[in-house]
């Protein structure tokens, strides 16, 4: 089992910066992928930006250049540093992890809102 907690999500106007946390309850160098998902009202829910075990980096389109994907092996904590925010990065973000012992299990938490406005 893999607990996620997020933190961090604000109201930010178009422009400003934002750092999203994930505390992960076990340690993230035996967790596959770990990484953020956002869900804006009625959209479905998209990546925004993965990390594998080895550092291997993934990044929506929409946030290339913009968002940053870190992590701190000791504090078993994954970050999401959010800069130059557009008013259409307005969503819902989840933490999310993966292992891979035999079977892969995907773990989500509990969802982190973030605003941006105009």
């Known amino acids: 089992q893999v607990q996620l907690v997020e933190s961090g999500g604000d109201l930010v106007q178009a422009g400003g910066s934002l750092r999203l946390s994930c505390a992960v309850s076990?340690?993230?160098?035996?967790?596959?992928?770990m990484g953020w998902y956002r869900q804006a009202p009625e959209n479905q829910r998209d990546m925004v930006a993965t990390?594998?075990?080895?550092?291997?980096?993934t990044y929506a389109n929409s946030v290339k250049g913009r968002f940053a994907i870190s992590r701190d092996n000791a504090k078993n904590t994954v970050f999401l540093q959010m800069n130059s925010l557009k008013p259409e990065d307005t969503a819902v973000y989840y933490c999310?992890?993966?292992?891979?012992?035999?079977?892969?299990?995907?773990?989500w938490g509990q969802g982190t809102q973030v605003t941006v406005s105009s």
């Open positions: 999310y992890a993966r292992t891979s012992l035999g079977v892969s299990l995907d773990y």
């Open positions: 076990r340690s993230i160098s035996s967790i596959s992928v």
């Open positions: 990390m594998t075990r080895t550092g291997s980096t």
